[in-house]
């Protein structure tokens, strides 16, 4: 695995934990459960992608997989999907960790290629 791709997601995911946990206050949430469910993952995301950087484990970027398919899924089960700029918000910054945690589960799967010049 090339670490350096590797290193580019977990960098990608610190700004997205980072732009979820200030979110409220760039996009004015209401004060709450929206409020708390957007930092408390923003900062959950922020904090694996740390993890990640420092010393990589795969099991981080499950959990962040986990965490990004909360965000996604957390307008419906707490019940702020009616929030369109917080539902949007969550949903995409979700979509995104998630995406890049599984690239990076992928990436640690596949075996590296062995070219051979000819």
């Known amino acids: 695995m090339d670490r350096s791709n590797a290193k580019l997601c977990d960098v990608a995911n610190l700004i997205l934990g980072v732009f979820l946990l200030i979110s409220p206050w760039i996009f004015k949430f209401e004060p709450?459960?929206?409020t708390q469910n957007a930092m408390i993952t923003g900062i959950v995301i922020a904090v694996l992608a740390i993890a990640a950087l420092a010393a990589f484990a795969v099991w981080e970027e499950w959990l962040n997989?986990?965490?990004g398919v909360w965000?996604?899924?957390s307008p419906?089960?707490?019940g702020f999907q009616t929030n369109r700029t917080?539902?949007?918000v969550?949903?995409?910054v979700g979509a995104l960790v998630a995406i890049l945690a599984a690239v990076e589960i992928w990436m640690t799967q596949t075996p590296s290629r062995i070219t051979t010049v000819r």
């Open 86 to 88: 917080a539902m949007t």
């Open 71 to 73: 965000a996604v899924i």
């Open 32 to 34: 709450g459960h929206v």
């Open 65 to 67: 997989l986990i965490v």
């Open 76 to 78: 419906w089960v707490i």
């Open 90 to 92: 969550h949903v995409i």
